[in-house]
C-alpha cells in the first residue's frame, strides 16, 4: 500500500538559511499533520491542515511556516535557521482531521551547522 | 487529552509474549487508546487502537480495563524487530476538543527484546 512520501530524507544547512521539507499524503487522505523530534526526545506536534486550511497548531515557531496545497501536499518552510532546528521532522497523514488513524513518514533529518 | 504513564523501559525474551502497560487515569469517555511504536528514528508505526472493547490485529492486542484508567498492549510472540520505543497515547475523536486530531506523544516504554 502507498505510504506517505517526504523529500528530502535528509538536510544540511547552514545558520541563518532556509530550508523546506515536503509532504506527500497517502492518497484521498485529506489531513497532514507536521511533527518535530529532536535528538533524544519524543515527537511534537507542530502544526496540520485539513482540506487545505490549518487546522492547528502547536509549539510551531514563528519563523516556520507551512501550508497544503489542491492535491494535498504540504510544505513545511524554514527561516533563519537556527542550530536547534537540527531534528527530524515527521508528517502524517490521515482520511479526515479527527475521526481517522494517522500514518507517518520516514521523516526528514535536518542538520544546521 | 488525557496524560498517559508508561514504564520507561521492559525486557522481553524472543518468541514469548510482551505485555506493556499504560495508565490513563484521567481519560474521558470520548477519548480513544493508541498505540505507535517508532523504530530508532523511523517514522512512529501505528499499532493499534480502542476506545472500551479490547481489539485484535495482525500485530497486536490491545486490552482495556473496565474503568478504561489503563490499558496493555500485548505482542503475543516478540521478535528482535519489536525492539522499539512504543507510545501510549490518549486521543479524543471528536469535534469540540481541544486536540482536532494531534497526537501527544509522552515518555513511551522502552521495549528491547533478547534473543
Known amino acids: 500500500a502507498a505510504g506517505v512520501i517526504q523529500s528530502p530524507r535528509h538536510l544540511i544547512k547552514e545558520k541563518r538559511e532556509t530550508a523546506t521539507l515536503k509532504c506527500y499524503p497517502i492518497?484521498?487522505?485529506?489531513?497532514v499533520y507536521w511533527y518535530q523530534q529532536g535528538p533524544g526526545q519524543d515527537p511534537q506536534f507542530l502544526i496540520s491542515?485539513?482540506?487545505?486550511?490549518?487546522?492547528d497548531k502547536g509549539s510551531i515557531p514563528d519563523r516556520f511556516s507551512a501550508q497544503q496545497f489542491s492535491d494535498y501536499h504540504s510544505e513545511l518552510n524554514m527561516s533563519s535557521l537556527e542550530l536547534g532546528d537540527s531534528a527530524l521532522y515527521f508528517c502524517?497523514?490521515?482520511?479526515?482531521?479527527?475521526?481517522?488513524?494517522?500514518?507517518f513518514g520516514p521523516g526528514t533529518r535536518l542538520l544546521v551547522l | 487529552d488525557a496524560k498517559t504513564t508508561q514504564p520507561p523501559s521492559m525486557d522481553c525474551a524472543e518468541g514469548r509474549a510482551a505485555n506493556l502497560p499504560c495508565n490513563h487515569s484521567?481519560?474521558?469517555?470520548?477519548?480513544?487508546v493508541y498505540w505507535y511504536r517508532q523504530i530508532h528514528s523511523q517514522g512512529p508505526q501505528y499499532i493499534i487502537h480502542?476506545?472500551?472493547n479490547n481489539e485484535t490485529n495482525e500485530m497486536a492486542s490491545l486490552i482495556i480495563t473496565e474503568d478504561r484508567k489503563s490499558s496493555t498492549l500485548i505482542l503475543p510472540h516478540a521478535t528482535l524487530r519489536d525492539t522499539a520505543v512504543y507510545y501510549c497515547?490518549?486521543?479524543?475523536?471528536?469535534?469540540?476538543?481541544?486536540?482536532?486530531?494531534?497526537?501527544?506523544f509522552g515518555q513511551g516504554t522502552i521495549l528491547t527484546v533478547h534473543p
Open positions: 492518497p484521498r487522505h485529506d489531513t
Open positions: 480502542g476506545l472500551k
Open positions: 502524517a497523514s490521515s482520511l479526515g482531521r479527527l475521526q481517522e488513524t494517522q500514518y
Open positions: 491542515f485539513y482540506e487545505k486550511m490549518q487546522s
Open positions: 497515547i490518549v486521543r479524543s475523536r471528536n469535534a469540540g476538543g481541544t486536540s482536532y486530531g494531534k497526537l501527544t
Open positions: 484521567t481519560i474521558s469517555g470520548n477519548e480513544y
